[in-house]
């Protein structure tokens, strides 16, 4: 069981290229998000997801698409990196949907992202 | 508007001190309430929830509608307190404060 992982660990990238983050879990939660960690910013929600198929936005999607074709996977598309968007990304997920009652948030380990 | 609010970046106290980290929240609904904490090289990690009541690791955190609160509290600080702490508040999404740096001094 190894939870939730991300991919790469590290990146860096020139400003209009183009990558994907991903983040897959094998605990079948239902809930996944991708949070971008700034410093002074704390954590910042970009999207999430309640279910295969069923995406939305949070507070700072601008610049990030997101995909959920299937339980396990929830990718983070850069299409055109800025040097705005250098962060640590972290992907994050609960079991009971959006409640957190019964079921905390596992992150992943976070995927470092510099782009100059 | 749904935000939570944690005024201080870095709290700095010495060992066997009390620590208070305040956290504020806006939320017209009822607020579901969290921490969450960051030790050095280890994942984000739930520390507690507010509708359990619960102690854990000798921190707890009483909710106040009135002054809509959630400040999280410990008599005496050990070193290994030491941390990034968060706190989290569930309105359908999970919106996280800015987060204190709790620095516990020998």
């Known amino acids: 069981n190894a939870g939730v992982t991300q991919t790469p660990k590290f990146q860096v990238l020139k400003t209009g290229q183009s990558m994907t983050l991903q983040c897959a879990q094998d605990?079948?939660?239902?809930?996944m998000s991708w949070y971008r960690q700034d410093p002074g910013m704390g954590l910042r929600l970009i999207h999430y997801?309640?279910?295969?198929?069923?995406?939305d936005q949070g507070e700072v999607p601008n610049g990030y698409n997101v995909s959920r074709s299937t339980t396990e996977d929830f990718p983070l598309r850069l299409l055109s990196a800025a040097p705005s968007q250098t962060s640590v990304y972290f992907c994050?997920?609960?079991?009971?949907?959006?409640?957190?009652?019964?079921?905390?948030?596992?992150f992943g380990n976070g995927t470092r992202l510099t782009v100059t | 508007a749904q935000r939570v609010t944690q005024p201080e970046k870095l709290l700095s106290v010495f060992k066997g001190a009390p620590v208070e980290l305040k956290c504020n929240y806006s939320?017209?609904?009822?607020?579901?309430l969290f921490w969450y904490v960051q030790y050095s090289r280890q994942r984000l990690q739930l520390l507690l929830r507010?509708?359990s009541r619960e102690s854990i690791k000798g921190f707890t955190a009483d909710l106040n509608k009135g002054e809509t609160s959630f400040h999280l509290k410990k008599p005496f600080a050990q070193e290994e307190d030491s941390a990034m702490y968060y706190c989290?508040?569930?309105?359908?999404?999970?919106?996280f404060g800015q987060g204190t740096t709790l620095q516990v001094k020998p």
């Open positions: 994050a997920t609960t079991q009971d949907g959006t409640s957190s009652y019964n079921s905390p948030l596992h």
């Open positions: 507010h509708i």
């Open positions: 997801s309640v279910g295969a198929g069923i995406t």
């Open positions: 939320y017209s609904g009822s607020p579901e």
């Open positions: 605990m079948n939660h239902e809930y």
């Open positions: 989290v508040l569930n309105t359908g999404k999970l919106i």
